[in-house]
């Protein structure tokens, strides 16, 4: 049966509005385990809205949007930063979900799948490490050593988003140091309850270590071990289904970003509206507030249209013929986003860094939307080296 | 018949690439009426491709192309500044021929309208003043006053671009000036032959006063007397009459801005593929060249959708509709226009201020792209305003 | 006797490196309450070096230093968040002692002033409140009413900077509702254990409520009576007051900000020579890391001559002659910090997310220098108003 | 005799503004070859002044400015296209004369300089080639052969800035192919009546070929022979002589645009105080104007003051010192320059963009300050490299 999209949207947008806004102050305020029943909560009412998981499949669980439908869901769930993980479709366990649909054996999908589908359980991805560059994703100090029907894995991780009450992790490792670069590392599967896997610490970021859901882990391995088994895919091909696992993350990010522009301009203009300079006068009326508004409004409006565009071209031509634009939407959105974002702080003056509204929030924490995934530095060069191939050079970057 | 959009694009690439490029150099080098044979020429090539006047219905005499496919080809045509004059849908020809369509009586259809159309004859829009404000059009120093059957036409116009060797031009005229504001101005028809009409000059305008179709006039009207039959539409209408005429036109000229854009990135592009910074190493492996590209490949492709999409609304929703939208587009995409030239620019070095590519040129003419059709300032402004109204307040701009 | 100004300098530089950068970790990590022995006995450090309160003349217990030379030492304080607090100079005390120490009586200054020099008390300045906008300090909610020898306030105020464990504040209120605007206000001493004095919170910004000097207060005033010799300068004079506190108020601030600035680029070149794209290829090597350098190098060089060009008029010329320069440099260096700060964050990647260095703290809490003191949309509207003048016109801004 | 530098620079000022200013229109609109008598009176005015060529020492016919007052000079100069020249102060003469002053032979300076100095004769500097990249000045194909007493110089040469008219050239050939990159080339001083001397063009820039003083050649050097005499300094010392040329030639240039920026800012101004927007109304009323003016004023007054105080560094240490500083100004300054312009002629809307007023023309033509004497992104990369040395690490630029 077809979805109804312009529905399901109206009704996302409803259900975050007068389900998920009301809940930002506490979020805001209160630490996160106090909050998780009443989250809980909203997960059982998008359970019996017919909308959880809504990027997969029906079949296994979920509402089965394809991706062009479920970016637009991604926008709007992107107003609060309580939606991705009240729909169940938060990062990273849907890049890990994405990964163990396509790539995992039966017994990987029962035991890994199946409960994180079901929201029972959380995973994390554990591969950027401290000692080295994420830019350089083939370079890499963690090594699975192999003992038999066991891989022996090594090393330390860190920005391992969610690995604190994580059940298991996805991990990349080196598994072959002696390949060619692509072809080192794998992706393994590692339940957090192995022996020698230690959650350092919970990242202090922008002021906080956070916690559970919304924390950033380091991660210790020591010589953890886990059956060949637990290997995804085979083995050397971690850095191209890290590869693959991206398509669809940008989509997911980019739309989640545009979702936190519209919430940050949103806040922007009512601000303009209702906020006196002086008896009759609002805010809106100066120029300068105008301007802004008038920029954050066309960049967003061309960015959506940017990654919908993208996304149609990803599902009609797979990763590769959208392989430019993937890099492309990455800096491009998360230049907008960083813009968009900074003007609404601006015009709500000393409200704006404060935790009275969603806004500082956001603003602090969407600045590693340039950082991760590697940085817009890296992939505005993709997409040149890209663009001069097809004017016969083939440059380094 | 429908079009076969795709091939019409194929084809009018095609032709701008093998049939107009090659004259550019010409262009830039000679007085516009030695190339003039030439370009009639290709405009004889482009009626025999089917092709003339493409937004003008068939049975005018045109493609009879839809405003989103004009959009496409215009800015294929975009790609050269001799495009859109070959192909007959040259500003301001293509806004009179518009007003001409849906407001000419009969007897102004026969004798504007068809000749225009058929690119016999040329015209020019009097509308900006040199001692009023553009970004104010509701505040005019001409008049019409009414002696008779006859408007007698008094006042001064400038930047009436192609007046040089135009047959006629739509003058803006206050021809009540005690009504409200957007009602005191009306547009009339004004033969350049009519007694009292002196093209005082053509305005040099970076350099070059120009001539013939490529040059912006200043106009003096000395008591020119006209028919009140030359009035188009109703008397009072002329400011509804600019803004009609506005909503299509920038559709037209952001989509050949889009085209200006492309051909300028095309030129960097080649430009970083062969230029060695010592043997062997190109200009592309530049991390700074690099991340221009990508900046101006991610803003062109933001903009285009951006424009389609408004072309879109425009042909569902008319003027009302995608009012925001038009006014967005306009210092929008003036704006990603301004910077890729300006990259483009940088990486040609010296060879990039001269006019031994077409690059100079365009990077220079273009810089009007954020002044006419009303500054960007103001367009910023009309936008917000529009927003705002959303919030509830209706601020001044 | 003269000063040895580069001898100071090195003095402090050394200091700021070898005794406070040291305590930063502990800083970022703990509550401040764990950290105020030790900075206590680094305030007595600074105390034995003659340097402490450096801003002060010597017979009042500083170390008096003129303007331009007090701004040098800012700007090596403002290299760690604990500089000023250390030496004794931290805003909002260092206004408050400058307002006392020109408007103070004998008994105002015995009281408040003396032990606040001494830094035996702290002190806040109660101007903004929540419900309007800081643009327009002319607009204010709180009232002093005169009831026999005493004032009763009644008002809120918000971002009372450092309010939590003050010992006084100063605070501006209606006066005289029926003045004119520039003459309603005045600015009366409030000792927080006026009964009425509440301290609703500490504003939770960037994440954080803070605590003790680093903190923002939300400050209910029910009905808080003070006698009028609390009042500081003649009644209506608050506005005329608190303009008078910005001169040299926004050199210290504009200094500190090019302190901050310089820990910035130190922490971003410390990164780029140190940390490795692959083995043996520094960060630095990348030319869009060594074009921000350079931009942040050549924009730190270019801000801080404007600000000590400004100290040196204001020093020479009093506040009014340099009128237009204190409001420039206020968004000129906001706005070179911004910039600064954001490269430095970049380059970090995820490092400069987290807690692990001081970057990400001075990033966040940094971006209200664009806000506080009027923001920067004020100051430049104030500076061309000026410029304007020159030209024959008044603008309104 | 020490010099009044406040009296000469009210002196020049004046002149500027009543005798130069008013030869503008004339400059904009005839061809120079009309104008030369009147520009040729103007320096005989200089020359009764006592200001004739102000950087040359006075026992050498020159007015005996040393670098930082005759910088302060330059930028009153600058704010006329006509003002180095009528002063005897026009580039590439004045880096010439540098070079003859400093290297030159008895015998080359009586030849050379001497008239040079005394405005009879003009010279160019051929370094840049049409094949070769600017951004690489120890990569030319121009080479000299030895030939008994005498160079055999054969190559192609462009932007040789005032070429047409010129009667001699300094002439950057490789002298030795196989010496070290540094050590390969020589400056020869080649007189434009040599056999073999061709001006191919004046190469059309922005529009126009120019001519005379006022262009910028293209050179055909076809084996011309040059006695060994005429080398300037010791062979192979040609790329170290070019790097020393441009200490004080950068001054010379960053203070002449600060002056162009002061003129467009004065432009700027004046037309936002003029200029209605409807009766009553000036454009300066508009807060997007004000900003303009504001964050003109601020770059414009920063980037004199970096100027300056690298002038002084220039004087007190030398080339060597200041070499970071050289390097900054370059891009820094040409940075403010090009924001200063664009934003004056955004002020001005469809004026801007004629001839009406200078400001066009500064506009396109200053545009090349970002690209000539190195691009700006060499220029930043020379600084990273140079702070990053401070780091520890030598990296690549």
Known sequence: MAHDIPAILET??????????????????????????????RRQQVRRLGLWAPHIPREEGGAGLALPAFARVSEELGRTPLGHYVFGCQAPDVGNMELLLRHGTPAQRERYLSPLIRGEIRSCFAMTEPGRAGSNPVWLETTARRDGGHYV??????????ADGAAFAIVMAVTDADAKPHRRASQILVPTDTPGWTLVRNIPVMG?????????????LADCRVPV???????????????ERLGPGRIHHAM????????????????????????????GSRQSVQH?????????????LLVLDTAERLEAEGGQGARVRI??????????????????????GALGLTDDTVLGSMWRHERAARIYDGPDEVHKSVVARQVLKGYGVDVEV
């Open 229 to 243: 088994e637990n290997r995804l895919g085979e083995e050397g091909s971690g850095f191209q289904l890290a590869q």
């Open 256 to 283: 989640r970003w545009i979702g936190v522009a519209e919430r940050a301009l949103d806040l922007h203009c009512a601000r303009a509206a209702s906020r006196e300079l002086r008896p009759g006068v609002p805010l």
């Open 292 to 304: 802004d508004i008038a920029d954050s409004r066309a960049e967003i409006d061309a960015a959506r």
């Open 208 to 220: 906080h270590a956070g916690e559970g859901y919304f924390s950033h882990g380091e991660i210790e």
């Open 12 to 41: 996302v947008r409803t259900f975050v509005r007068e389900q998920l806004y009301p809940l930002e102050p506490r979020f805001l305020s209160q630490p996160l385990r106090e909050l998780m029943p009443v989250l809980e909560e």
């Open 327 to 348: 890099s492309l939407i990455k800096f491009y959105v998360a230049g907008v986003l960083d813009r968009v974002l900074d003007r609404a702080v601006q015009a709500h």
């Open 153 to 162: 894995i090594r090393g330390r991780k860190w920005f391992a988003s969610a």
